[in-house]
Protein backbone atom coordinates (compact mmCIF):
# COMPACT_ATOMS: atom_id res chain seq x y z
CA UNK A 1 0.00 0.00 0.00
CA UNK A 2 1.24 3.48 -1.16
CA UNK A 3 0.35 6.51 1.32
CA UNK A 4 0.66 9.84 0.56
CA UNK A 5 3.07 11.53 2.44
CA UNK A 6 0.68 13.84 4.05
CA UNK A 7 -1.71 11.50 3.72
CA UNK A 8 -3.82 11.38 7.42
CA UNK A 9 -5.93 7.81 6.73
CA UNK A 10 -4.50 5.46 9.46
CA UNK A 11 -2.04 2.56 7.89
CA UNK A 12 -3.56 -0.87 8.48
CA UNK A 13 -1.56 -3.81 8.80
CA UNK A 14 -4.01 -6.55 8.10
CA UNK A 15 -2.81 -10.25 9.58
CA UNK A 16 -4.34 -13.18 7.76
CA UNK A 17 -3.63 -15.98 10.70
CA UNK A 18 -5.97 -13.67 12.75
CA UNK A 19 -8.34 -12.77 10.20
CA UNK A 20 -8.48 -16.56 9.49
CA UNK A 21 -8.54 -17.57 13.30
CA UNK A 22 -11.43 -15.05 14.22
CA UNK A 23 -13.24 -16.44 10.56
CA UNK A 24 -13.07 -20.00 11.66
CA UNK A 25 -13.93 -19.57 15.56
CA UNK A 26 -17.12 -17.81 14.38
CA UNK A 27 -18.16 -20.51 11.89
CA UNK A 28 -17.17 -23.41 13.75
CA UNK A 29 -19.42 -21.99 16.97
CA UNK A 30 -22.40 -21.59 14.60
CA UNK A 31 -21.81 -25.20 13.79
CA UNK A 32 -22.50 -26.19 17.52
CA UNK A 33 -25.37 -23.67 17.55
CA UNK A 34 -26.80 -25.13 14.48
CA UNK A 35 -26.29 -28.84 16.27
CA UNK A 36 -24.22 -29.69 13.04
CA UNK A 37 -21.31 -30.80 15.44
CA UNK A 38 -21.63 -32.20 18.90
CA UNK A 39 -17.95 -31.19 20.30
CA UNK A 40 -14.79 -30.20 19.85
CA UNK A 41 -13.40 -33.40 18.94
CA UNK A 42 -16.27 -33.73 16.21
CA UNK A 43 -15.63 -30.44 15.13
CA UNK A 44 -11.63 -31.53 15.10
CA UNK A 45 -12.40 -34.63 12.93
CA UNK A 46 -14.45 -33.11 10.64
CA UNK A 47 -11.95 -30.10 9.83
CA UNK A 48 -8.87 -32.67 10.24
CA UNK A 49 -7.39 -30.29 12.60
CA UNK A 50 -6.26 -31.27 15.79
CA UNK A 51 -8.77 -30.59 19.09
CA UNK A 52 -6.32 -28.88 21.23
CA UNK A 53 -6.18 -26.06 18.08
CA UNK A 54 -9.76 -26.16 17.23
CA UNK A 55 -10.59 -25.58 21.32
CA UNK A 56 -7.97 -22.84 21.03
CA UNK A 57 -9.44 -20.82 17.70
CA UNK A 58 -12.52 -21.63 19.11
CA UNK A 59 -12.17 -19.51 21.49
CA UNK A 60 -12.05 -16.56 18.91
CA UNK A 61 -15.85 -16.48 18.63
CA UNK A 62 -15.95 -14.87 22.03
CA UNK A 63 -13.47 -11.99 21.45
CA UNK A 64 -15.04 -8.60 22.04
CA UNK A 65 -16.90 -6.89 18.61
CA UNK A 66 -14.28 -4.51 18.92
CA UNK A 67 -11.52 -6.10 18.87
CA UNK A 68 -13.25 -8.60 15.84
CA UNK A 69 -13.74 -5.06 13.79
CA UNK A 70 -9.72 -4.01 14.54
CA UNK A 71 -8.40 -7.49 13.30
CA UNK A 72 -11.26 -7.71 10.53
CA UNK A 73 -9.58 -3.92 9.52
CA UNK A 74 -6.30 -4.38 9.77
CA UNK A 75 -6.44 -2.21 13.12
CA UNK A 76 -4.98 -4.38 15.95
CA UNK A 77 -2.01 -3.79 17.75
CA UNK A 78 1.63 -4.26 15.96
CA UNK A 79 1.88 -6.88 18.86
CA UNK A 80 -0.73 -8.95 18.32
CA UNK A 81 -0.10 -12.17 16.79
CA UNK A 82 -1.96 -15.37 16.16
CA UNK A 83 0.04 -16.61 18.73
CA UNK A 84 -1.41 -14.35 22.00
CA UNK A 85 -5.16 -14.80 20.32
CA UNK A 86 -4.31 -18.92 20.47
CA UNK A 87 -3.28 -19.02 24.71
CA UNK A 88 -6.11 -18.71 27.23
CA UNK A 89 -8.32 -15.73 25.62
CA UNK A 90 -10.00 -14.54 28.76
CA UNK A 91 -14.13 -14.17 28.62
CA UNK A 92 -14.23 -11.08 30.32
CA UNK A 93 -14.09 -8.02 27.38
CA UNK A 94 -11.88 -5.71 29.40
CA UNK A 95 -9.31 -8.58 30.06
CA UNK A 96 -8.96 -9.02 26.38
CA UNK A 97 -8.56 -5.79 25.64
CA UNK A 98 -6.02 -5.26 28.33
CA UNK A 99 -4.01 -8.89 27.62
CA UNK A 100 -4.03 -8.20 23.34
CA UNK A 101 -3.23 -4.12 23.84
CA UNK A 102 -6.37 -2.30 22.86
CA UNK A 103 -7.87 0.51 24.37
CA UNK A 104 -10.39 0.05 26.96
CA UNK A 105 -12.87 2.75 26.22
CA UNK A 106 -13.07 1.40 22.53
CA UNK A 107 -15.19 3.42 20.07
CA UNK A 108 -18.54 1.97 19.21
CA UNK A 109 -17.94 -1.10 17.03
CA UNK A 110 -19.98 -0.95 13.32
CA UNK A 111 -21.78 -4.33 12.85
CA UNK A 112 -19.33 -6.43 10.63
CA UNK A 113 -22.96 -7.85 8.59
CA UNK A 114 -22.78 -4.03 7.19
Known amino acids: ?????????????????????????HAWYEKVLEGKVADMRS?????????HYVRNVFACAFLAPDIVEAILEGRQPLTLKFEHLYKNVPLSWAEQRQQFGFPQNPRPAKSVLQ
Open 43 to 51: LARETGLTP
Open 1 to 25: MVVPPNSNAPIRHPRPALIKAVARG
